[in-house]
């Protein structure tokens, strides 16, 4: 297969040991990080900074944001560039399964004053947020970070179909990695999956790790939502590009197998992927996409995300 060059990835919580919603988060370590990205093809990616207590976003978010300008005057053969900063988190679903690994005690209700001063800390580098619409103010939130131009994303949620709908409406523009952030059993006819694959304003995200998701459901979503809205993301974690072991991520002691399955081991639940986008682009091919096919997903529709993202 051949390698698609610069590969774009919105969704990189870390990566080769390197965390970025780690307390001591250094700028020397997401310069390393954005080497070892551009390494492994990805050219241009969104550090994300995971549900936290609020010190630590004090910490991340302008250091991500110095390190995004620092990195845009480096070379960009041997960095990849950051877009902006994706907040996954803290306003999501506190339910067992929909919330995943993030810490349940640093949880937020949606709140424009929170979001606002978030927003600040990342001197404007915050591009993505990823709620829960359905949360109390999630809607509102909704509405007020897309007038800002932030792209918003539905994902950790248990969002009804007519919350997801609204959601869209107000300005929610993609799904966060959808089916994964969801309890193992729900509903069959009502749940979040079906409502944002029926959404036609939203694009969907997916991990295409041969972890997160199997290979049918893969091929429902490209079919259903179309090779122009579906963006193939990483999800890589701190231990991704690293052996088999223990690691610590989201506060937690996670495992990471031989397989290359990432999970908490207390719950079973994946652990973000172990996986980098040019990986996630092989098992992508072994279903039997294009090269053409695979540009589409897994660069030049988060590339046309990404430029569409102005306040309407």
């Not at 988190?89 to 005690?105: C, E, K, M, Q």
């Not at 990823?130 to 509102?140: D, F, K, N, Q, Y």
């Not at 800002?148 to 994902?155: E, F, K, P, R, S």
């Amino acid at each position: 297969m051949n390698q698609l060059p610069g590969l774009v990835d919105l969704q990189v919580n870390g990566y080769a040991g390197i965390d970025f919603t780690s307390p001591a988060l250094s700028l020397d370590q997401v310069l390393k990080a954005a080497i070892n990205l551009r390494q492994q093809g990805t050219g241009l990616f969104c550090p994300t900074v995971v549900t936290a207590p609020w010190k630590v976003y004090t910490h991340i978010l302008p250091l991500l944001a110095q390190a995004k300008k620092i990195l845009d005057g480096l070379d960009h053969d041997v960095y990849a560039q950051i877009s902006g900063i994706h907040l996954e988190g803290p306003f999501i679903s506190t339910v067992d399964g929909a919330r995943g690994v993030h810490n349940l005690s640093a949880i937020r209700p949606a709140s424009l004053p929170d979001f606002d001063a978030l927003f600040d800390l990342s001197n404007g580098a915050l591009r993505l947020l990823t709620l829960a619409p359905e949360i109390p103010g999630g809607l509102e939130l909704v509405c007020h970070a897309a007038s800002l131009g932030i792209l918003v994303g539905l994902g950790h949620t248990l969002a009804s179909a007519d919350v997801v709908h609204t959601a869209a409406a107000a300005g929610a523009r993609f799904s966060t990695h959808l089916g994964n952030g969801l309890p193992a059993t729900i509903q069959r006819h009502h749940n979040p999956l079906w409502s944002q694959l029926a959404d036609p304003r939203l694009h969907t995200l997916i991990i295409t790790d041969g972890h997160h998701l199997p290979a049918d459901f893969v091929k429902v979503v490209i079919a259903v939502k179309g090779k122009g809205r579906v963006i193939v993301t990483s999800d890589a974690a701190p231990p991704a590009g690293l052996p088999a072991g223990e690691y610590s991520f989201c506060g937690k002691i996670v495992h990471l197998d031989t397989g290359g399955k990432l999970y908490d081991p207390q719950t079973g639940y994946l652990a973000g992927s172990s996986a980098n986008l040019r990986q996630c682009q092989a098992w992508l091919s072994g279903l039997g996409y294009s090269v053409a096919e695979l540009a589409c997903l897994c660069r030049d529709n988060a590339l046309e995300l990404l430029a569409n993202n102005n306040p309407s």
